[in-house]
């Protein structure tokens, strides 16, 4: 080869890396202008500047970040998750990968609380909640004429007689077809938690399942807890690593010319008891013997029950929501096992909180175990289910949970029949959304002609609801409520009024123990209208109680709001009720000072800038009661 043929040669590759080191030149400055561009707001040159780095260099990851940044900041929301998907078919890189999870877990939240809110304008809520259920589960036709009955209890070894084997199940039944049924339940169970909740996982156990015919057979060879309904075993360290019981037969009384009882098949067992305990069972197994967080488990399990309606659940919930009467998120996620009071709460919040997450999609779900089960924090665990900064994740999340749950009172609390619920959509929007337009307390506070209600005697001026005056005493001048000694409900004392609305009770009242007090609306016929709204006064010290009826039944307890209901329309509650109210104890209760006025007027609340000392204002997220108390 000649000198010239070598030098020509030399020039040319001299040539091409000048070539080759301008492109990168170029490149690396359509970056850099792009990043300065959309760091200057202009993110439409940003987006065009990346665009063209990108056909040139598809490889490119830290512009395919800035694309997707970009188009997020120009709201242009489905080509941003078009990027981010991008990025997870690409990507190896374990950080980049992570970045886009959270970004498209983010958008795709966001997708739904912006069509949650266009709903909610729009003011049809014929397609609310109703068949949207994300844990709604095709299941195939149960013949339980067939399945119900008990083939054998011929216990051996403790396992009923039946078996059938499927992929990972081992199910043993007192009814041949129920155990096949059982079976197929529990694959399709397994697989929709696996895609749903768990990242497609493989499973690589089998699970024995005991069915017993009744409960005490339950209890007695199964060896089952009493009080319980089913059971699971978590056993690493022996042959059978899970194990899951329950029953399938109970009784039930019935009324036909005479009252007695009949045995009948347990559809409760399949449709709800062993999905929960299945549930436990992949928890544990996902978790790999590492801790749980108690409001996980049972919140998870709980939602997989098939007998559940999600969002009427949620919308009951809101009633005491909406008044700040919950769990605050870092108390509930670092409770160790479970609280010693309000444990109704405990169990109703995390399942409701589980739900809110399952909106965001199956990668959110996975996200949020897979940090927990890494033993994460729940702000991290939180940051990357909804791609929300890790620094103060949970307190976020809180924020953005209770103004959904707003939107769940609105949107899904169906009234009883015959009950009309009407609510200015437009203000719920609002933060503010539950805080009365009016100056309520300046309302109380003008009052001058309270009328006082005897306190000495029951007989004229009080009514039971049902058999409840049996719960009321007269004593020292003053009236004490008992409830029902088996815990169940309240005790409810009417209380006669010759007041117009809108109207005002107050009395002062004091409890030794854990306690709720308030008011219930009553109808015509003295019975309850299932609008109840209540406060808790559980110090052994005295507290000012004040009801308002107008368009709203609210309470206040020491000023402060803690509990709001809309009440029917004026039509049904302006006939002649001599008892419209009635005072509310769900323990033992002493109350005096009772007294009730009609109000002439209500002023305009005037907001300052400090909403926490607003007059006038419920400020219902301090409240300390909230909503109705199932009974």
């Known amino acids: ?53 990108l056909d040139e260099h598809p490889g490119h990851t830290s512009a395919r970040i800035l694309l997707g940044q970009s188009y997020e900041k120009c ?67 149960v013949p339980w004429d067939e399945v119900g009955e008990v083939e054998s209890t011929d216990y051996e070894n403790g396992f009923p007689p039946f078996h059938f084997a499927s992929q990972h199940f081992d199910v043993y039944a007192t009814n041949e077809k129920l155990a096949e049924v059982i079976a197929e339940h529990s694959e399709i169970y397994l697989a929709f938690m696996s895609e749903h909740l768990f990242g497609n996982r493989a499973w690589p156990h089998r699970i024995p399942i005991k069915c017993y015919a009744t409960f005490d057979d339950y209890v007695s060879v ?57 549930t436990h069972v992949m928890i544990n197994e996902f978790f790999g013997g590492q801790k749980v967080p108690q409001w996980l488990h049972e919140a998870v399990a709980g939602r997989m029950e098939l007998t559940r309606d999600h969002y009427l659940e949620a919308a009951r919930l809101a009633r005491a929501v909406v008044a700040g009467e919950h769990f605050r998120f870092r108390d509930l996620f670092e409770q160790e096992g479970y609280p010693s009071s309000r444990i109704g709460l405990f169990y109703e919040q995390s399942a409701i909180i589980v739900l809110y997450l399952f909106e965001a999609g199956p990668e959110a779900m996975y996200a949020f175990f897979s940090e ?16 929300i900064p890790v620094e103060g994740a949970v307190e976020e999340f809180e924020r953005m949970w209770v103004e959904w749950m707003k939107r769940r009172y609105v949107m899904d609390l169906k009234p009883d029949p015959g009950e009309k619920v009407e609510i200015d959509l437009a203000e719920a929007l609002e933060d503010n959304t539950f805080d009365p337009p009016v100056d309520e307390v300046g309302a109380f506070a003008a009052i001058s002609d309270w009328r006082t209600v005897p306190t000495d005697s029951l007989s004229k001026h009080y009514c039971g609801v049902g058999a409840t005056l049996e719960d009321w005493k007269v004593s020292g001048g003053s009236v004490h409520g008992h409830p029902p000694e088996d815990g169940f409900g309240g005790a409810y004392l009417g209380i006669r009024m010759y007041e117009k609305l809108p109207l005002a009770v107050r009395c002062t009242v004091r409890s030794d123990g854990e306690g709720w007090a308030g008011f219930a609306l009553l109808n015509s016929s003295k019975n309850e209208t299932g609008i109840e709204v209540l406060g808790r006064v559980e110090d052994g010290r ?60 209500f002023e305009l609340a005037e907001p300052d800038e400090d909403d926490d000392s607003n007059r006038g204002r419920s400020n219902s997220r301090r409240g300390g009661g909230g909503g109705r108390r199932g009974r």
């Open 1 to 53: 080869m000649s000198r010239c043929s070598i030098f020509d040669r030399g020039i040319r590759m001299a040539s091409l890396a000048v070539v080759l080191l301008v492109a990168q030149g170029a490149q690396a400055t359509n970056y850099d202008q792009a990043r300065e561009a959309l760091q200057e707001g202009n993110c439409d040159a940003a987006i065009r500047l990346l665009t063209g780095v």
């Open 75 to 141: 709201q242009k929301w489905e080509e941003a998750e078009s990027v981010w998907e991008d990025i997870l078919a690409i990507s190896r890189s374990d950080d980049l990968l992570g970045v886009a999870r959270k970004s498209l877990i983010r958008l795709r939240r966001r997708n739904v609380e912006e069509q949650d809110i266009a709903l909610m304008r729009s003011g049809d809520f014929s397609a609310r909640s109703d068949g949207r259920d994300p844990f709604d589960i095709p299941m195939p036709e």
């Open 222 to 278: 199964g060896g089952a807890p009493p009080g319980t309904g089913g059971v699971t075993s978590y056993s690493p360290h022996l042959g059978t690593t899970f194990q899951v019981l329950f029953f399938h037969r109970t009784e039930i009384e019935e009324e036909v010319g005479r009252r007695r009882k009949r045995d009948v098949p347990f559809k409760y067992s399949v449709e709800s008891v062993l999905p929960h305990e299945l």
């Open 372 to 387: 927990l089960a890494q033993q994460k924090t729940h702000d991290e665990a939180l940051s990357a289910a909804l791609g």
């Open 542 to 601: 005295s507290h000012e109680l004040i009801a308002l009826l107008s368009d709203e039944l609210a309470i206040y307890v020491d000023g402060i709001c803690t509990g709001r209901y809309p009440r029917p329309t004026q039509d049904r509650l302006d006939a002649a009720i001599d008892f419209p109210l009635a005072l509310v104890a769900y323990s033992p209760l002493e109350i005096t000072n009772l007294e009730v006025a009609h109000i002439d007027k």
